[in-house]
């Protein structure tokens, strides 16, 4: 009883927590146009001959007029909606015509084969829709019908994956490919050969999964405790207080079963000194008016030292890297009595040399 309390706490507190990302940073709310986009195919989208533009994930992904919209195979990605396919288009053996009155993006042509030809997957007709990358969908080839005595039988089935390519002629071949979250292990590429069978087995999809994430240091890692994870499953890391978050608060299981880029929180850095002058965030000031004498990581600090006959100053410039800030080999502190009672002689604020 106790310990399934226990459970319901911490699924309320992660509830909790996304609520809050949501709110504070706006994660994982989506504004995506289309959030029915199937998964991204990346490489059954290479085998088609599709260029995929940037992914995205929502409309402020994208630059400029470009919207965050779904282009097939290619899943979510950053499309300029004015973008155009080529028209007319001409195939032989084939009568093409537009569905509608436009060839932008998401508008469809329909290609249909003259009588006695058909198309190498089968079938006389077929609609091609306009990609993110100014291409058709498919522009078939309409070719003179075939004896099936001439062709393999079908490719062997592949679970949890496809194929590509749809001749089955011998001389041509197709290519596999598995479904999101599973890995290809045997030959990619099958053959129909002279003796009408095709070339190799069929090969297998292996589940992929990502090992649980770890924890970062000075952080807090949100995300439902599990043994393995699937791909494309995302999780969150936040920093605790006055800790800077270096790299992607959003994280996601990849294909190859790797977690994508882990963050890290990184501290503030403490300004070495207690008298000085220096430059910050663009202005000079005084130490004193630095909040809390302290810098967030990787900001920069300049400092000025003496030049060789000192009468002259030039700057010295440090970063802040996870918690130290190194003070510039050419920079010396002044004495209480310097600071306080000579201060417009102070290396600050003499000339520059």
């Not at 911490?10 to 709110?23: H, R, T």
């Not at 070719?143 to 390519?165: I, S, W």
């Not at 503030?268 to 002058?277: D, E, F, G, T």
Request: aromatic fraction near 10%.
């Amino acid at each position: 009883m106790q310990r399934a309390m226990g459970t319901k706490i911490q699924q309320l507190f992660l509830a909790l927590v996304s609520f809050f990302l949501v709110i504070i940073t706006g994660i994982p709310k989506e504004d995506a146009e289309d959030t029915t986009c199937p998964q991204v195919r990346e490489g059954l989208a290479e085998a088609m001959g599709q260029t995929c533009q940037k992914p995205c994930l929502r409309h402020r992904d994208c630059s400029g007029k470009r919207r965050c919209l779904c282009d097939g195979h290619c899943g979510l990605s950053c499309i300029t909606l004015s973008r155009t396919c080529p028209w007319p288009v001409q195939l032989q053996h084939a009568d093409v015509r537009l569905k509608g009155e436009s060839h932008h993006f998401r508008d469809e042509m329909v290609v249909s084969c003259h009588p006695g030809f058909t198309m190498s997957e089968g079938g006389n007709t077929v609609t091609s829709h306009c990609q993110g990358d100014r291409k058709w969908s498919s522009t078939p080839a309409c070719q003179a019908e075939l004896d099936a005595e001439n062709t393999c039988g079908p490719p062997p089935a592949l679970k949890n994956g496809f194929h590509v390519g749809f001749s089955w002629k011998p001389g041509n071949s197709v290519q596999y490919f598995c479904e999101q979250s599973y890995e290809l292990d045997g030959e990619s590429v099958n053959s129909c050969q002279e003796n009408l069978l095709w070339s190799n087995p069929a090969p297998t999809c292996r589940v992929v999964f990502c090992p649980p994430p770890w924890e970062i240091e000075n952080g807090h890692l949100v995300a439902v405790e599990k043994p393995q994870y699937w791909v494309s499953e995302v999780i969150y890391y936040l920093c605790k207080r006055n800790f800077y978050l270096e790299g992607p608060n959003r994280v996601t299981c990849q294909r190859n079963g790797s977690w994508s880029e882990i963050p890290a929180c990184r501290a503030r850095c403490q300004i070495p000194v207690q008298r000085s002058r220096i430059v910050y965030q663009g202005k000079k000031v005084w130490i004193g008016e630095v909040p809390g004498g302290e810098v967030q990581h990787l900001e920069e600090v300049t400092f000025f030292c003496h030049g060789q006959n000192r009468s002259c100053s030039y700057q010295a410039i440090s970063r802040c890297f996870d918690g130290h800030l190194p003070l510039p080999d050419c920079y010396r502190e002044p004495t209480w009595l310097q600071y306080t009672i000579f201060p417009k002689k102070l290396v600050s604020e003499i000339p520059s040399c």
